[in-house]
């Protein structure tokens, strides 16, 4: 593969030594593939948490906000700050329960905090009265994700103190808006959505008919017409909108799959790495940390500018395999923090400078970023999350 020869010298000074490649033109096909699930008027909140899982929320947003999302999902205030400093005018939902304190920095930054319990309703509150303003909020149901939300079968013991802290009628107009706070929104979030068929089928009905009940039950509390959001990719693959009038996809869009049974999502992101080192060593060479790795023969070894201090997970010790020029290279010893060998023995001639792939394509020899999640023992999700900001980002030119 001529693509993967090292450039000549003049061109290598600028190179990085390790770098992300991010194919945006696949991102919105994915996103495509995902809204041909959905009906017709289903409104999107891209999840953009985690600086874009990963991948850099700057040109991330840049990009989707093409197919004119409704909103997007963060995780942060910090998150969704940085959101409105890069212009985005869209609404921002911030998913994890904000932390006492920073309600004030998320009114002032027009966020939609996701509400757990009265607790954050009232300080919410208190904050919207400081500020001055009204504040929107989306109320999240616990319907056996069991991390954040009102207890789906306690909502009837809360409904009361909503209604209170809403108060909602003190300013004799029911829209919802007039006063402190407003629920314009009521959502909940699977845990097995990923999970085999059969058992992604039945939870989902299970927590879907807990949250319509909780739902109900919460009606008086919620402004009219509120945002209804159950599905992430997932979910939305298998459920489309699942009863709601939102998702909330992720994973899927960036190239993750999400269940066998499921559509594939184009890939949308190779690592790669340069090769820094090629050395020949005899039989009884050991290598790496420990010397986990020792020739057995003869062996040829090029080491890669790559290490877990840029998210190759050290798990892939003696057992992960990279590309190099379209074959599939083993990992041998253990990963370095800046740097990993590969076996090269009885590959064609590799020289330093050439590119090695980590997580690619299957014509790149290199793992797929499921098969590397597979086998360093996570998900995709902590894959990309996890690749460092010491690789650079690099989009590919949109066609
Ligand atoms: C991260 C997240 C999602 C997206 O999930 P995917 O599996 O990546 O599609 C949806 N909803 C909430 C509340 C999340 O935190």
């Not at 945006?24 to 096909?29: M, N």
């Not at 999400?258 to 790669?272: I, K, N, W």
Request: hydrophobic residues 40%.
């Amino acid at each position: 593969m001529s693509t993967d020869r090292a450039p000549d010298r003049s061109d290598a000074v600028d190179e990085p030594r390790a770098w992300v490649e991010i194919d945006g033109d696949a991102i919105l096909r994915n996103l495509d593939t995902l809204r041909a699930a959905l009906p017709p008027d289903t409104r999107l909140i891209p999840m953009v948490k985690a600086d874009g899982y990963g991948l850099g929320v700057r040109r991330l947003v840049r990009l989707v906000d093409e197919r004119d999302p409704w909103a997007w999902g963060v995780a942060t205030v910090a998150e969704g700050l940085e959101l409105r400093r890069l212009g985005q005018e869209r609404p921002i939902l911030v998913f994890s329960p904000v932390s006492p304190g920073e309600e004030v920095r998320a009114i002032r930054g027009r966020l939609t905090p996701c509400l757990s319990d009265v607790e954050a309703l009232v300080r919410l509150r208190s904050a919207a009265e400081e500020v001055g303003v009204p504040v929107e909020a989306h109320l999240e149901v616990d319907t056996g994700m069991g991390r954040a939300g009102l207890r789906w079968d306690r909502v009837h013991e809360w409904a009361s103190y909503l209604v209170e802290a809403t108060s909602r009628d003190c300013e004799g107009d029911d829209s919802g808006r007039g006063a402190g706070v407003a629920l314009t929104g009521i959502f909940t979030h699977f845990h097995s959505a990923d999970e085999d068929q059969g058992r992604a089928r039945e939870t989902i009905d299970e927590q879907r008919d807990r949250f319509d009940r909780a739902r109900s039950a919460l009606a008086p509390v919620l402004a009219p017409d509120p945002v209804v959001h159950l599905a992430n990719s997932a979910a939305a693959l298998r459920d489309g909108a699942a009863g709601g009038t939102a998702v909330r996809p992720g994973i899927f869009l960036y190239g993750g799959h999400v269940g066998p049974d499921l559509p594939a999502p184009e890939p949308v992101v190779r690592v790669r790495a340069r090769v820094i080192r090629v050395v020949n060593v005899p039989e009884g060479a050991t290598l790496g940390y420990g010397a986990t790795h020792q020739a057995r023969a003869p062996e040829r070894w090029a080491t890669l500018a790559i290490g877990y201090g840029d998210g190759l997970p050290r798990r892939l010790s003696n057992r992960g395999c990279v590309g190099v020029h379209g074959c599939r290279a083993p990992i041998v010893g253990r990963i370095s923090m800046d740097t990993s060998v590969v076996d090269i023995t009885g590959l064609p001639s590799t020289r330093p400078g050439d590119v090695a792939t980590i997580v690619g394509r299957p014509d790149d020899g290199a793992p797929s970023l499921d098969r590397i999640a597979t086998e360093a023992e996570t998900i995709s999700y902590e894959i990309l999350t996890g690749l460092s900001p010491r690789l650079p980002r690099r989009w590919l030119p949109q066609t």
